[in-house]
């Protein structure tokens, strides 16, 4: 496992998460003369957001949103983006915290991938589709959507069989199957805290069906397929046998305001609100 240690930079800040959350912290301090180090353990950054088709209570299109923040916080010369990674350890005290920070291998270099496709062309291997809520498949090697920051393609080891067709077609010579993970050293003096949320898993209900209806979907999932980007191109259809639904009905509060099956009493205070959009 290979080590480095990052030159320290006085004033630097830590924000944990790449969401809308994170990268707006990273951008206002970036703009105020702090170096910022921007982590997140996905690929790419953008969050859930990069997920939603339209946003209430305006119905923009959230992709229209955030787009402009991922080119900005990617181009800013006071952010450095760390995807992939995740805090192994920190010690220290505000002021003054020394950080170690593990980074995990996407066997594509970053620096050398110039986004051309042309490994995702020929790569022969097919995987469930985690961006859209696996509702579909994508390939091996892969970009999480069109628009990520950074700016470059990762291959999935989990799933790729190692056939070496990526790495003959990569003019860029970016394909590196011994990539390895990478611990780096860093010195801020201050760590945000912005790690967005996880989604609720309605299979831990037995009454809803979900692992046994496909036509049972979360709203996440809901949101994908009224995506223009998602699997079925913005038209409303049932991933059962893609037929058009004549009744959509919405059952509120799963995951929340329970205390016998999930110990969640509160109200997840977003439902309402996502349910009445979706409408």
């Known amino acids: 496992m290979a080590k480095s240690k990052a030159t320290s930079k006085k004033g630097a800040v830590m924000v944990v998460g790449a969401g809308v959350a994170g990268m707006q912290a990273s951008l206002d301090l970036a703009s105020s003369g702090y170096f910022v180090h921007l982590i997140d353990k996905s ?10 088709d339209k ?8 992709m229209c949103i955030i787009s402009p923040k991922l080119v900005e916080v990617g181009r800013h010369l006071n952010i450095q983006i760390h995807p992939n990674t ?3 350890t920190l010690e220290g005290e505000a002021g003054n915290f020394s950080v170690t920070v593990k980074s995990q291998p996407r066997y594509i270099d970053l620096k050398a991938c110039t986004a051309c496709g042309q490994c995702r062309q020929v790569c022969p291997v097919s995987a469930l589709n985690e961006f859209n809520q696996q509702l579909d498949l994508r390939e091996a090697t892969y970009m999480r959507y069109p628009q990520a920051i950074p700016r470059g393609f990762t291959i999935d080891r ?3 069989i190692g056939c070496g067709l990526c790495e003959k077609v990569c003019l860029a010579g970016a394909v590196h199957y011994d990539d390895v993970p990478r611990l780096e050293d860093l ?8 790690p967005g949320n996880d989604v609720f898993d309605p299979s831990r209900f037995d009454t809803y069906n979900y692992l046994n209806f496909p036509n049972v979907v979360t709203s996440l999932e809901f949101e994908r397929i009224l995506s223009a980007s998602g699997p079925y191109r913005g038209h409303l259809m049932r991933p059962y046998d893609r037929e058009e639904p004549k009744k959509v009905a919405w059952l509120q509060c799963v995951g929340s305001r329970n205390i016998n099956k999930c110990d969640n009493s509160y109200c997840s205070a977003v ?4 349910a009445i959009k979706e409408a």
């Open 55 to 62: 946003t209430f209570p305006t119905n923009d299109c959230a």
């Open 43 to 52: 690929p790419t950054i953008g969050g859930i957001m990069a997920q939603l």
């Open 271 to 274: 439902c309402c609100m996502y």
């Open 158 to 160: 989990n799933v790729c």
């Open 86 to 88: 995740e805090i192994e």
């Open 187 to 194: 010195q801020v003096g201050a760590v945000v805290l912005a």
